[in-house]
C-alpha cells in the first residue's frame, strides 16, 4: 500500500514538471560526456560514439515502423519504448556536446566561432519543443550531422593526415546512410518521391553547409589541437626538460607567457607551442606571425614558419619558433594546418624597454 502511495506520488510529481523532463534527458547526456570525454584517439570513447550511433540508426527505424498505427514495438523494448524519444535526445546530447568539446579544442575562436556557435545553436535546437515537433525529418538531419561529425574525425584517425579529401568522404559516408534510411523508409509511403524529397532536403542542406564551412575555413581542424601556447623571452631545452622564461605578472596566473613583450637589445620573441596530435599522425603546422598595420587597420604577415609535428605525446608535441628582426606593435601568432585552418592564437604587444634594471623571471615547465 506505501509502495503503490509513493509510486502514485512520483507519478504526480513527473506530471506537473513533465516539461523539464527532456531537458533534463539532453542535460544529464551533455554532462555525460563532459565528464567522461578523453584523448579523441581513445579507442573506448570512440567504440561509445559508434554504440550511440548505431543506436539511433536503430531507434530512427523503429520510430519511422511507429508511425503505423498497427505496429508494436520489440518485446525488449517494451517498458523502454514509452521514452524512446527521450532516450534518442540523450544520445544526441551525448554526441553533439562530444563534438562540441573536440571542435572547442581544435578551434580558433577569431576564425571558428561562428561555426562553433551553430553547432552549440543545433545542440540546444534539439531541446526546443517546436522544432522537436518536426519529428522524425529534424532527427535525420540531426543524425546525419552526427555521422558526418564522426567520420570528419575518425577518418584523420585511421589515415594519419588531414585531407580535404577525407572531409568530403566524410561527408559523402553520412549522406550515403543517411540517404539509404530515407530511401527504404519511402518504400512504404504512398508516395515514396514526395516522401525523399520531403526528408532528404534537410539532409542536403546540412551536409552543403558542412561543405561550405570548410572551405571558407570556418571549421576547426579536428583531431589537432593547441594544448600549450606562450610567447617568451628565453627557451631552454635540457634533455627532455624545456625552461621558460617570461615577464608575466604573478596575477595573470591563468595564462602563459607575455602579453606585453617588452624587449631588449637585440633579444628574440619566441613562441613556444605544444600540439597535440594522435598516435600514427603525421602533419606539418604552420606559424604565422603578423603585425597589425595601424593604418591599414589590419594584420599585414611578417613570416610563416612551418613545424613538422608527431602524434601520440599525451601532453602534445613541443615545438618553438623565434623572431630577431621585428618592431614594436600590436603582434599576433595563429598556430595553422598547411592549408591555412587555423588551430590556435597568441595575441601579445611588443614595447622596446631601454630600461637596465634586473628583471624577475617568470619560469615555467614546457
Same mark, same amino acid.
Given at each position: ?51 550511440? +550511433?548505431?543506436?539511433? /540508426?536503430? %531507434? $530512427?527505424? &523503429?520510430?519511422?515502423?511507429? !508511425?503505423?498505427?498497427?505496429?508494436? *514495438? ?34 580558433? +575562436?577569431?576564425?571558428? /566561432?561562428? %561555426? $562553433?556557435? &551553430?553547432?552549440?545553436?543545433? !545542440?540546444?535546437?534539439?531541446?526546443? *519543443? ?84 570548410y572551405f571558407f575555413k570556418v571549421i576547426p581542424p579536428v583531431p589537432l589541437y593547441v594544448s600549450f601556447a606562450g610567447i617568451y623571452h628565453r627557451v631552454e631545452k635540457t634533455g627532455d626538460e624545456v625552461t621558460l622564461y617570461s615577464l608575466r605578472p604573478w596575477y595573470r596566473f591563468w595564462s602563459h ?110
Amino acid at each position: 500500500m506505501i509502495a503503490t502511495e509513493r509510486f502514485e506520488k512520483l507519478k504526480t510529481y513527473r506530471s506537473r514538471y513533465s516539461r523539464f523532463e527532456a531537458p533534463a534527458f539532453f542535460t544529464a547526456g551533455f554532462l555525460f560526456d563532459v565528464l567522461t570525454v578523453t584523448r579523441i584517439d581513445n579507442w573506448i570513447q570512440i567504440s561509445k560514439h559508434v554504440f550511440f +550511433l548505431v543506436s539511433l /540508426g536503430w %531507434f $530512427l527505424i &523503429l520510430q519511422h515502423k511507429s !508511425m503505423n498505427p498497427q505496429w508494436i *514495438p520489440p518485446k525488449i523494448l517494451n517498458k523502454l519504448w514509452p521514452h524512446q524519444i527521450r532516450v534518442s535526445h540523450f544520445l544526441f546530447g551525448n554526441l553533439l556536446s562530444a563534438f562540441v568539446i573536440f571542435y572547442f579544442k581544435s578551434a580558433s +575562436l577569431s576564425k571558428s /566561432g561562428i %561555426f $562553433l556557435g &551553430l553547432v552549440v545553436l543545433v !545542440m540546444l535546437l534539439n531541446e526546443v *519543443p517546436k522544432v522537436r515537433a518536426l519529428g522524425l525529418r529534424f532527427r535525420l538531419a540531426l543524425f546525419s550531422f552526427c555521422l558526418a561529425s564522426f567520420f570528419i574525425y575518425f577518418y584523420p584517425l585511421m589515415a594519419g593526415f588531414l585531407s580535404p579529401f577525407l572531409f568530403i568522404l566524410a561527408v559523402f559516408t553520412a549522406t550515403l546512410i543517411t540517404g539509404f534510411f530515407i530511401y527504404r523508409f519511402s518504400n512504404s509511403d504512398p508516395d515514396p518521391r514526395a516522401f525523399q524529397e520531403q526528408f532528404g532536403i534537410p539532409v542536403l542542406a546540412v551536409q552543403f553547409l558542412l561543405v561550405m564551412a570548410y572551405f571558407f575555413k570556418v571549421i576547426p581542424p579536428v583531431p589537432l589541437y593547441v594544448s600549450f601556447a606562450g610567447i617568451y623571452h628565453r627557451v631552454e631545452k635540457t634533455g627532455d626538460e624545456v625552461t621558460l622564461y617570461s615577464l608575466r605578472p604573478w596575477y595573470r596566473f591563468w595564462s602563459h607567457g607575455d602579453v606585453t613583450f617588452e624587449s631588449r637589445d637585440s633579444e628574440p620573441v619566441y613562441c613556444y607551442v605544444r600540439v597535440f596530435a594522435p598516435a600514427q599522425f603525421s602533419h606539418q603546422v604552420i606559424l604565422h606571425w603578423q603585425l597589425y598595420n595601424e593604418k591599414l587597420k589590419r594584420f599585414e604577415t611578417q613570416d610563416r614558419i612551418p613545424m613538422q609535428i608527431a602524434g601520440g605525446r599525451q601532453e602534445g608535441f613541443r615545438g618553438y619558433t623565434y623572431k630577431s628582426n621585428f618592431q614594436s606593435g600590436r603582434w599576433r601568432v595563429e598556430i595553422e594546418t598547411e592549408d591555412e585552418r587555423a588551430i590556435g592564437d597568441l595575441s601579445f604587444t611588443i614595447n622596446r624597454d631601454t630600461s637596465i634594471n634586473p628583471r624577475d623571471w617568470r619560469i615555467e615547465e614546457g
